[in-house]
């Protein structure tokens, strides 16, 4: 599976952006889409998931009713949609792939795309 991450900038606090995670090559019905982050001096943490089918979310408390993760199954594309970012959003965020559903919320997950950088100014 290869990901593309897209989509960040740099966006006042109180503003929104859409990060767009494009896959391609061998996919799975078992798989999961998860988008992490990671600050500066930070772990890597799971921000949000989705299962291949669309029909299983996960979200993190820090960012549930303030995140959304979709997908269209035409362009095989896993948005994020993010509303109300606030500073200690600022963070890389990357989009990985869990080919079998076995990570949880776990850093285990099978592939992952290069990270796009989200900053959010107070």
């Known amino acids: 599976v290869q990901l593309q991450a897209s989509g960040g900038g740099l966006v006042q606090a109180g503003g929104s952006l859409r990060l767009s995670c494009a896959a391609s090559?061998?996919?799975?019905?078992?798989?999961?889409i998860g988008w992490f982050r990671q600050a500066p001096g930070k772990e890597r943490e799971l921000v949000a998931a989705?299962?291949?089918?669309?029909?299983?979310?996960y979200y993190a408390h820090s960012v549930k009713d303030r995140f959304t993760i979709f997908r269209d199954n035409a362009k095989n594309t896993v948005y994020l949609q993010m509303i109300g970012l606030k500073y200690e959003d600022t963070a890389v965020y990357y989009c990985?792939?869990?080919?079998?559903?076995?990570?949880?919320?776990?850093?285990?997950?099978?592939?992952w795309g290069q990270g796009t950088q989200v900053t959010v100014s107070s």
């Open positions: 990985a792939a869990d080919l079998y559903n076995k990570a949880g919320t776990t850093h285990e997950y099978d592939y």
């Open positions: 090559g061998r996919t799975a019905n078992s798989m999961v």
């Open positions: 989705i299962s291949w089918s669309g029909s299983s979310f």
